[in-house]
């Protein structure tokens, strides 16, 4: 089995930053891409930013220019630096990866979130 777990969410007010971190664990033979999702209330969950194995990253328009994933492949770990915090930007953000597990094919993988709340 596969565990992602979250750490870093908390309060903050608007212009100020958070920096999550998610560490992978477990039977894990290769971890693809890895990312962040985010859910507000009464809203879809959306993604945040991916980052390859290789380090190639892909951000949401509205999180471009503020939000820097990063990836330590030695330590299974990625994180979000966040800064210029808006309201808008409060939510529940979830780790997510792609892991190869030995013997098995691709699984993507969910942290149990962390909440992130922007106060103006």
């Known amino acids: 089995q596969v565990q992602l777990v979250e750490s870093g969410g908390g309060l903050v007010q608007a212009g100020g930053s958070l920096r999550l971190s998610c560490a992978a664990s477990?039977?894990?033979?290769?971890?693809?891409?890895m990312g962040w999702y985010r859910q507000a209330p009464g809203k879809q969950r959306e993604l945040v930013a991916s980052i390859t194995s290789d380090g190639s990253t892909n951000y949401a328009d509205a999180v471009k220019g503020r939000f820097t994933i990063s990836r330590d492949n030695a330590k299974s770990t990625i994180y979000l630096q966040m800064n210029s915090l808006k309201p808008e930007d409060t939510a529940v953000y979830y780790c997510?990866?792609?892991?190869?597990?030995?013997?098995?094919?691709?699984?993507?993988?969910w942290g149990q979130g962390t909440q992130v709340t922007v106060s103006s």
């Open positions: 997510n990866s792609n892991v190869v597990q030995y013997f098995r094919s691709e699984s993507t993988y």
């Open positions: 477990g039977s894990i033979r290769r971890i693809n891409a």
